[in-house]
């Protein structure tokens, strides 16, 4: 009777490690997305991240916040989950950039955006504001540039335009459209 006693809690052990050695693999992938995985090693990571950058004479120039940022040591490249940034113009005018997922270059001079990017442009007492959607974006802080060369959507303003690529100066706030451009325009009452 001791020897099937000491038998079946070996195997109730052996069982339980097997279970325990399973949820653990499991939940490491989880917590990790799997392109990540593919920069290397994790060197650090942050939940809810917030960053605040001020320009030469101490006026907010962009907010960046995201859900987690990953940094790789050997890459230096840093990667973020559900990004959103706010690019100012003026104390009254801004944009809004949203979307899934992100990265920023080991300079810090490049932001790239992926998947429903989505930008918005407002000042105060703005009811409607311009509204660009895409892809992906490349954005280039020091320049206060941001550029694509997927399709993008833009409206707002009773203005309705899609195009293929798009380069947006936010300092002259001037938008290039690049190709493939159609547009509509309905005035609003």
Same mark, same amino acid.
């Given at each position: 009777?001791?020897?099937?006693?000491?038998?079946?809690?070996?195997?109730?052990?052996?069982?339980?490690?097997?279970?325990?050695? $399973?949820?653990? #693999?499991?939940?490491?992938?989880?917590?990790?997305?799997?392109?990540?995985?593919? #920069?290397?090693?994790?060197?650090?990571?942050?939940?809810?991240?917030?960053?605040?950058?001020?320009?030469?004479?101490?006026?907010?120039?962009?907010?960046?916040?995201?859900?987690?940022?990953?940094?790789? @040591?050997?890459?230096?490249?840093?990667?973020?989950?559900?990004?959103?940034?706010?690019?100012?113009?003026?104390?009254?005018?801004?944009?809004?950039?949203?979307?899934?997922?992100?990265?920023?270059?080991? !300079?810090?001079? $490049?932001?790239?955006?992926?998947?429903?990017? #989505?930008?918005?442009?407002?000042? !105060?007492?703005?009811?409607?504001? %311009?509204?660009?959607?895409?892809?992906?974006?490349?954005?280039?802080?020091?320049?206060?540039?941001?550029?694509?060369?997927?399709?993008?959507? %833009?409206?707002?303003?009773?203005? %309705?335009? $899609?195009?293929?690529?798009?380069?947006?100066?936010?300092?002259? #706030?001037?938008?290039? %459209?690049?190709? @493939?451009?159609?547009?509509?325009?309905?005035? $609003?009452?």
């Amino acid at each position: 009777m001791t020897r099937l006693r000491t038998f079946l809690l070996l195997v109730l052990i052996s069982l339980v490690v097997t279970v325990s050695i $399973q949820l653990t #693999e499991k939940i490491s992938k989880q917590a990790i997305p799997d392109n990540a995985r593919m #920069e290397g090693e994790i060197d650090y990571s942050i939940q809810h991240f917030n960053l605040t950058l001020m320009n030469k004479t101490g006026k907010m120039q962009y907010h960046l916040s995201a859900d987690s940022m990953l940094h790789f @040591k050997e890459s230096d490249l840093t990667q973020l989950k559900k990004p959103n940034i706010e690019m100012f113009r003026t104390a009254t005018e801004h944009w809004q950039i949203k979307a899934n997922g992100g990265s920023i270059n080991p !300079d810090g001079d $490049q932001v790239i955006l992926k998947g429903q990017v #989505e930008l918005k442009g407002s000042s !105060d007492g703005q009811k409607n504001p %311009l509204v660009i959607t895409t892809e992906s974006l490349q954005i280039s802080p020091d320049k206060n540039t941001v550029s694509t060369r997927d399709n993008i959507k %833009l409206s707002g303003h009773g203005v %309705l335009i $899609q195009a293929r690529g798009m380069l947006a100066n936010m300092n002259d #706030e001037t938008i290039q %459209l690049l190709a @493939k451009v159609r547009g509509s325009y309905a005035p $609003q009452h």
